[in-house]
């Protein structure tokens, strides 16, 4: 019997072995664990890992992307990444992903050449072309491959792919920086990334796997999936959740009706 993605997956080991060499932006979530795992099959020691540090990533990312590579048995690599210090990222308009995307390319091939590598690749697939998503363009005008999209992998291919690998992280939620949780226009502070962080956590503490705090101050407006909506507005959930925010700093807690959704702050660009 034939297996899920058959001809998918033969075309990204195909991409991956006419690259020579790879390394790999690797955030922890799933598109870039079956990235990593597909390269590390195909290249072996050629095909490495490297995961940016900085507080605009959730923690527990960091975390997740360490344990995958230690798996892995592949050599893994973390960059600092300084964004804090950019008062074009800082100002936070519809271009911030883009300035943000040119300094983690600037630093991922930076560390590639180091290596002796041929190519850095990243985990973006057909589903990321549906979005608002600038720093993609970024990317592809500079070089960086992203072979699960030229393979025609969207993200419930990937997910089967990584799931048949036997991948931990297979249904993991998509994870993505917290700057992305703070309203377009509003300057980006180290205590906002943090607080949204921890709030964050504190939900999927309580059992809310798909979990955005969207920040539009003094507003947190939590995003969780549209089946648990209900769950999180009873007690004793909703009274610890609005605890925990406000004993982070945030006025008012708001629950989005609409649910979760990736990319929801891109609509006050329109």
């Known amino acids: 019997m034939m297996e899920p ?12 072995h006419e690259m020579g060499s790879v390394l790999v932006s690797f955030s922890g979530g799933v598109d870039s664990a079956l990235l990593l795992h597909v390269a590390a099959e195909i290249l072996k020691e050629k095909a490495r890992a490297a ?4 507080p605009i990533f959730p923690k527990s990312d ?5 344990d995958l590579a230690k798996e892995l048995r592949v050599d893994h690599v973390r960059l600092a990444f300084d964004m804090l210090s950019d008062r074009d990222f800082l100002r936070n308009d519809g271009m911030r992903c883009h300035f943000c995307k040119l300094k983690m390319i600037e630093k991922l091939k930076g560390e590639a050449k180091r290596q002796g590598l041929d190519s850095v690749v990243d985990g973006s697939n057909l589903d990321d072309t549906k979005d608002y998503r600038p720093g993609l363009e970024v990317a592809q005008k ?3 491959s992203s072979p ?20 931990k992280t297979w249904n993991t939620p998509s994870s993505a920086c917290l700057a992305s949780r703070i309203a377009f226009g509003t300057p980006i502070t180290l205590e906002d990334l943090s607080r949204i962080d921890r709030g964050e956590e504190t939900l999927h503490h309580l059992g809310f796997k798909d979990v955005r705090i969207r920040y539009h101050p003094p507003i947190a407006r939590i995003e969780v999936s549209a089946k ?6 009873q007690a004793p959930f909703r009274d610890t959740a609005i605890k925990a ?7 008012y807690v708001t ?3 609409s649910g979760f959704r990736s990319g929801s702050m891109n609509a006050l660009l329109s």
Do not use: P, W
Not at 5 to 16: A, D, F, I, Q, Y
């Open 228 to 233: 648990q909506i209900a769950r999180l507005a």
């Open 245 to 251: 925010l406000k004993d982070l700093g945030f006025t």
């Open 51 to 54: 995961t940016l540090v900085s």
């Open 62 to 66: 960091l975390v997740r992307a360490e």
């Open 142 to 144: 500079a070089g960086i």
């Open 148 to 167: 699960l999209m030229e393979a025609g992998f969207a993200k419930e291919d990937i997910r089967k792919e990584a799931k048949r690998r036997k991948i």
């Open 5 to 16: 993605n058959n001809h998918k997956t033969k075309k990204l080991k195909n991409l991956l």
């Open 255 to 257: 629950l989005d009706l």
